[in-house]
């Protein structure tokens, strides 16, 4: 997330099942990262942007993403369900890609002199 935060950006909010179903197939069924954490207050999920958190997809044994005080951080799995993951945690086998969104994304614009 610092990364993200450094190019003025923020990791992906899901704010619903569509949003969620949309990642799920540009993913292509790899388990990916997502900007959900709670590493600011255990049980407080928050999202990177500062979004309010208004929709969830947890796997059952998660219970809104369990109580595991090392599990901060939130993948969506090949399910598409979240799972709570230590910021380590099986790193080698997620997708070492995000999906960044910035609310001001230059557009460069060209004209050709005729």
Same mark, same amino acid.
């Given at each position: 997330?610092?990364q993200?935060?450094?190019?003025?950006?923020?990791i992906?909010?899901?704010?619903?099942?569509v949003?969620n179903?949309?990642l799920?197939?540009?993913f292509e069924?790899?388990?990916? =990262?997502? +900007?959900?954490?709670?590493v600011?207050?255990?049980?407080q =999920?928050q999202w990177?942007?500062?979004?309010?958190v208004t929709? #969830?997809n947890?796997?059952?044994?998660?219970?809104?993403? +369990?109580?595991n005080?090392?599990?901060?951080?939130?993948?969506?799995g090949?399910? +598409?369900? =979240?799972?709570?993951v230590?910021l +380590?945690?099986?790193?080698?086998?997620f997708v070492?890609?995000?999906?960044?969104e910035r609310?001001?994304?230059?557009?460069? #614009? #060209?004209?050709?002199?005729?």
């Amino acid at each position: 997330m610092t990364q993200a935060t450094a190019e003025n950006a923020y990791i992906v909010s899901i704010n619903d099942n569509v949003e969620n179903e949309w990642l799920r197939k540009v993913f292509e069924g790899e388990r990916f =990262w997502i +900007g959900l954490s709670d590493v600011a207050e255990e049980g407080q =999920w928050q999202w990177h942007s500062g979004e309010p958190v208004t929709y #969830t997809n947890w796997e059952e044994h998660e219970r809104d993403g +369990g109580n595991n005080e090392m599990k901060d951080y939130v993948i969506v799995g090949y399910s +598409g369900r =979240w799972e709570a993951v230590a910021l +380590g945690e099986g790193q080698a086998h997620f997708v070492k890609q995000a999906i960044l969104e910035r609310a001001d994304v230059p557009v460069e #614009t #060209t004209t050709e002199d005729n």
